[in-house]
């Protein structure tokens, strides 16, 4: 049984209507920024979830930890679905899944000291006798590379570097030994050098914990990094889903194809064919019917603006939501 089983989670945002619009009667309008995805996670793996901007990312990881509330669908975590648990049941289960949040300064409290903002869960879930609580938090800061960890925990996090102060967050994330971490967009606020070593302390992490995780990012050349599936997200759709190696070496769908031709190729000695989508993203609001992404697709039949195509097995577990396939 997988970990994390995530069937047909929708999620629709109410658009706030003017003072006329309601006397007047006009419908209500949402958002779909997430309009049916499914997923599984399997123990030990690592889902990376890409695709630009506005594709409906974030809203699924924070879906998938009940951060906000689902509008249909179900979110299965060890067993457990998620969405029926109540408000007491839920925040003891939060020990067992937790957030590697975007931007370390919005997510730490400027006046906490780094070794009680990393030992808050520990509070909060009454983990541990209070010397055991700071010898864990000792022991997690010299694990993230935070040393001497002892200095390291009377800091306060405008004394630490970017960085810095995401390996505490990674920290903190990690102190009650979770079952399942969202991180999302990890590494996006980062330099590129200290991305890459961030990157490589997820990898490890991620062996010596058993982590079960999904990586969210805008950036396809840093799923190689951490991730063993990738899956395809565009318009609140996931569009294929695939191994590592099939979405880089032989990638199906349209977008998928167009992200991957966005990968900067370091050797200037190779030419990778460029394939740019036509015009911009539809609104969320009414999104176009058929293929979402027939509007912006070259390749677009006329069953494509018509018929939504459903996500199937191409070989070799390769998912692909296209009527070419």
Known sequence: MAMVEVKDLKKYFPVRRTFIDAILGKPQLYVKAVDGVSFDIEEGEVLGL??????????TGRLVLRLIELTDGSVKIDGKD?????????????????????????????????????KHPLDIH???????????????????NLTPPDEFYKRYPKELS??????????????????????DEAVAMLDVSIRSQLLKLLADLKKDFNLTMLFITHDLATTKYVCDRIAVMYLGKIVEIGSFEQIYRS?????????????????????????????????????????????????AKDICKTKEPELKDVGDGQMVACHLY
Request: glycine content about 6%; aromatic content about 6%; proline content about 12%.
């Open 251 to 299: 990638p199906k769908h349209p977008y998928t194809k167009a992200l991957i031709s966005a990968v900067p190729e370091p050797d200037p000695k190779k030419k990778k064919e460029k394939f740019i989508p036509q015009g911009e993203v539809p609104n969320p609001i009414n999104p176009p019917p058929g293929c979402r992404f027939h509007p912006r697709c070259p390749f």
């Open 82 to 118: 998620i969405s029926k648990l109540d408000v007491e049941e839920l925040r003891r289960f939060r020990r067992h899944i937790q957030l590697i949040f975007q931007d370390p300064m919005a997510s730490l409290n400027p006046y906490m000291r780094i070794g009680d903002a990393v």
């Open 162 to 183: 970017g960085g810095q102060r995401q390996r505490v967050v990674i920290a903190r994330a990690l102190i009650t030994k979770p079952k399942f971490v969202v991180a």
């Open 50 to 59: 890409v695709g630009e901007s506005g594709s409906g990312k974030t809203t």
């Open 126 to 144: 009454n983990i541990g006798s209070p010397k055991d609580r700071k010898r864990m938090v000792l022991e997690m800061l010299e694990r993230v």
